[in-house]
Structure formats: C-alpha cells, structure tokens
T-cell receptor
Framework: EAQVTQNPRYLITVTGKKLTVTCSQN?????MSWYRQDPGLGLRQIYY???????DKGDVPEGYKVSRKEKRNFPLILESPSPNQTSLYFC?????????????FGNGTRLTVT | AQSVTQPDIHITVSEGASLELRCNYS??????LFWYVQSPGQGLQLLLK??????LVQGIKGFEAEFKRSQSSFNLRKPSVHWSDAAEYFC??????????????FGTGTRLTVIP
C-alpha cells in the first residue's frame, strides 16, 4: 500500500533532550516536506527536500534539522527541544516538485515538550 | 505577500443542509489551489484542486469548488452535508519560491460540525 509513515504517533519529552521523528515513503517520491500544525495557524512548512541530499528551509525552520540521505526517508531532528515546539507534525511527499504534484500526508506525530 | 485566508474558524450545519466554506488568496498571479480535509487523528486528504481551465472543479465525496478570479476566492461547496463530513478543512495554494520549489501555503483551517 502506498503510504507515508511517521513514527512515533505520540511523543512526550523534556526540554533539551534530542529527539528524531522518522518519516518514510514507499512511493519513490522526489519531494518530501515537514509541516507543523498549531491551532489558529494552520500548517506551516518547516523544511522540504527536492531530492536526495537536497534540503531547504521552509517558513519556520528554527530549532529543527533534517536530512535526506535516501530517497525514501526524511527524518526531522530536534537537537534541543523547547516547549514552543509542542505541536502536531506532518510529513508529506509528492512524486515531483511540480506545482501539480499532489501531496501525500502521513498520519501525524503529536509532540509534547515539557 | 502570498497568502491563503480562511475567514471562518468554525461552522456548524445541520445534516442535509448545504455547505460553503470560504477561501481567499493573495497572489500576483493565479496560484494553484487545493482543498484538503483532515478527519480527527488523521493526516490530510486531498479533496480537489484547481490549476486552470474550468473554474468549477469537482472533487471526491461530493464536494466542488469554484475559482473566482475577480474575488480572489476558491470556495468549497457541498449541496447536502452528511454527518461523516465533520472534520477540519484546509484551503491551500501553491506559490513559486525563488528557489524554484513549489511550496504549499495553507490557510488556518475551518472546523465543520454537523448536527443531526
């Protein structure tokens, strides 16, 4: 089944403890992206990747890192999480970077930083 | 600056009633526009999209949307709402970044409640 898989679904951590949220897609998509969703703010893009070893900042990249060593994986890394990073995170992928290429979303990771 | 605006945070409709969710965009050219739906605990699912051509687009689950350039709008409609339509709806637009990557900008969402 074609899908975008995020893990974990729920994560509670403490300030400063490094964490990684994994994202994997099995559709051979070129484009992958991370969003965070906050009440009243909708979804905002954190980072995106147009292909292997090609990543770039989105609109809210501060406090996050990403890597794209393989086409299928696009992990989101929080080196030193802070409470303002408590949010619902979504990974998404699309076949190409073209404007018409539809995004496929994972089911989300709810992160709480205390 | 480019943006997508959903003026209604929360809408409540009765089952069987018609629905219209509003979306406005701000962009120098015509953006590519989308509507996504998010059911509780789920990711986002694409309902429909507009690129060019016919300004009335049909989507899944009986939804349609109409692009109106004069009003910079892309409102989502459904003639008769079902209880299973209760969800959060996001309007989104693609605006070209300077890097050449097409980025999807989301509105803040409209939560739909359906009452019996």
């Amino acid at each position: 089944e074609a899908q975008v898989t995020q893990n974990p679904r729920y994560l509670i951590t403490v300030t400063g403890k490094k964490l990684t949220v994994t994202c994997s897609q099995n559709m051979n998509h070129e484009y992958m992206s991370w969003y965070r969703q906050d009440p009243g703010l909708g979804l905002r893009q954190i980072y995106y990747s147009m292909n292997v070893e090609v990543t770039d900042k989105g609109d809210v990249p501060e406090g996050y890192k990403v890597s794209r060593k393989e086409k299928r994986n696009f992990p989101l890394i929080l080196e030193s999480p802070s409470p303002n990073q408590t949010s619902l995170y979504f990974c998404a992928s699309s076949p190409t970077t073209g404007a018409g290429s539809p995004l496929h979303f994972g089911n989300g990771t709810r992160l709480t930083v205390t | 600056a480019q943006s997508v605006t959903q003026p209604d945070i929360h809408i409540t409709v009765s089952e069987g009633a018609s629905l219209e969710l509003r979306c406005n965009y701000s962009y120098g050219a015509t953006p590519y526009l989308f509507w996504y739906v998010q059911s509780p605990g789920q990711g986002l699912q694409l309902l429909l999209k507009y690129f060019s051509g016919d300004t009335l687009v049909q989507g899944i689950k009986g939804f349609e949307a109409e692009f109106k350039r004069s009003q910079s709008s892309f409102n989502l409609r459904k003639p008769s709402v079902h209880w299973s339509d209760a969800a959060e709806y996001f309007c989104a637009g693609i605006f070209l970044r300077q890097t050449g990557a097409n980025n999807l900008f989301f509105g803040t969402g409209t939560r739909l409640t359906v009452i019996p």
